[in-house]
């Protein structure tokens, strides 16, 4: 059975740091791994989709990258900002399944 | 607007109540899923759909049921709430679901927090 872990499950960063969020999973039979963001009281915005066959995928000062043989993604934010304080998620696709399996997310924030 | 709403955005109501959550998007996406978020679980799949008329159990289906007669909707029933299904509920839709040669990201709607008393 798929299982996805987040840690830390909080952190606090003063802003302009460069920081990584890690996810790990424990089946690499995966399809693809979704990054989202989520701020209080709302949905979940998705930042970045990679798929299996893919390394690493970019968004602007966002950088995911998968190692499918560890079990393993990272989120790399650079120059954070206060405007990034927000829970970020990843979910993993589990092959020859239509459904995701969510992490617990980690709690971010960057201070002023 | 385009996108994925649900209704209501709350909803208090009493133990062995039957209570329906709805999911309206405008995409034709033919994916659908409704999860939960609770304190220290994440998001758990309840049900999800592949199309209007397939429908599938997630990992915490008992208590709920689902139907999708149209694609575009995909409401969420609780035959008899209970107050371990207080929650914050949300829908999400795929163009195409994780797993075929076309991915595409999930869209979650903004939720439903639901109080049993």
């Known amino acids: 059975k798929q299982e996805v872990t987040q840690i830390p499950a909080a952190l606090s960063v003063p802003e302009g740091e460069n920081l990584v969020l890690n996810c790990s999973f424990t089946?690499?039979?995966?399809?693809?791994l979704q990054w989202f963001r989520q701020d209080p009281g709302k949905g979940l915005t998705s930042l970045l989709l990679?798929?299996?066959?893919?390394r690493e995928q970019t968004s602007g000062r966002l950088n995911a990258s998968l190692d499918k043989s560890s079990g393993r993604s990272t989120l790399y934010i650079a120059a954070s900002q206060p405007g990034d304080s927000a829970t970020y998620l990843c979910?993993?696709?589990?092959?020859?399944?239509?459904?995701?399996?969510f992490g617990t997310g980690t709690r971010l924030k960057v201070l002023a | 607007d385009a996108g994925i709403t649900q209704s209501p955005r709350y909803k208090i109501t009493e133990t062995g109540r039957q209570v329906t959550l709805m999911c309206h998007q405008t995409?034709?996406?033919?994916?659908m899923f409704w999860y939960r978020q609770d304190l220290g679980h994440g998001l758990r799949l309840i049900y999800y759909?592949?199309?209007?008329?397939?429908?599938d159990k997630g990992e915490v289906p008992d208590g709920y049921v689902v139907s999708r007669s149209k694609t575009e909707n995909f409401p969420l029933t609780l035959e008899s709430a209970t107050r371990s299904q207080t929650s914050v509920y949300f829908c999400?839709?795929?163009?195409?679901?994780?797993?075929?040669?076309?991915?595409?990201?999930?869209?979650f709607g903004n939720g439903t927090r639901l109080t049993v008393t």
């Open positions: 995409w034709s996406h033919s994916y």
């Open positions: 979910a993993a696709s589990p092959s020859g399944t239509y459904k995701y399996i």
């Open positions: 089946d690499s039979a995966i399809y693809n």
């Open positions: 990679i798929q299996s066959s893919q």
């Open positions: 999400a839709s795929s163009e195409s679901a994780g797993g075929f040669t076309y991915n595409s990201p999930l869209h």
């Open positions: 759909s592949a199309a209007a008329d397939i429908t």
